[in-house]
């Protein structure tokens, strides 16, 4: 079974009929990444900032636009993907590994302001929430940081500067 990624929009008029695709894509370079063979169920919303940051008000109580949220069903390990410990779809018995929610337009904005285009941005915003929904973080500057950005790196395919 292959991994069901769905991508669904807030609101018409969003722009970028082209960001689905890459989604997919990036996410299934993550999990392929991450060595995950087991198939997996992801839910991605693209939204702007207004509907961003609406959700992160709500759920995080920070009241401004961002990026990307991730929403992760289950606790995973960095790195240690264990899918007997994971929800499954009672349906298809997929892991459930959680949602994400993208900002399509402040994405366009920093593709822009980074100088490498909307089409990069998307990609790594995408890769980003997954390795979250896989258990990564970068809530302090230390370890944990330092190992999601090295797997940002190698999955992007970066060279190192």
Do not use: W
Request: hydrophobic letters at 35%; charged letters at 35%.
């Amino acid at each position: 079974m292959k991994h069901q990624i769905t991508v669904s929009r807030e609101k018409r008029g969003l722009g970028h009929s082209d960001a689905a695709p890459l989604i997919k894509k990036a996410a299934r370079m993550t999990l392929d990444a991450e060595g995950i063979r087991e198939a997996c169920i992801i839910n991605v919303m693209l939204t702007d900032d207004e509907g961003i940051r609406r959700v992160n008000r709500e759920f995080r109580e920070i009241d401004r636009a961002t990026d990307v949220l991730s929403f992760p069903f289950n606790e995973l390990v960095p790195g240690e993907f264990e899918a007997s410990e994971c929800e499954r779809d009672p349906e298809s018995g997929a892991v459930l590994l959680g949602d994400m929610m993208i900002s399509l337009e402040r994405c366009a904005r920093q593709g822009e302001e980074f100088g490498h285009g909307f089409e990069r941005e998307i990609m790594y915003l995408a890769v980003h929430s997954v390795l979250h929904l896989l258990g990564y973080d970068h809530v302090d500057e230390g370890k944990m940081k330092k190992q999601m950005r090295a797997r940002e790196k190698t999955i992007m395919g970066d060279k190192d500067e």
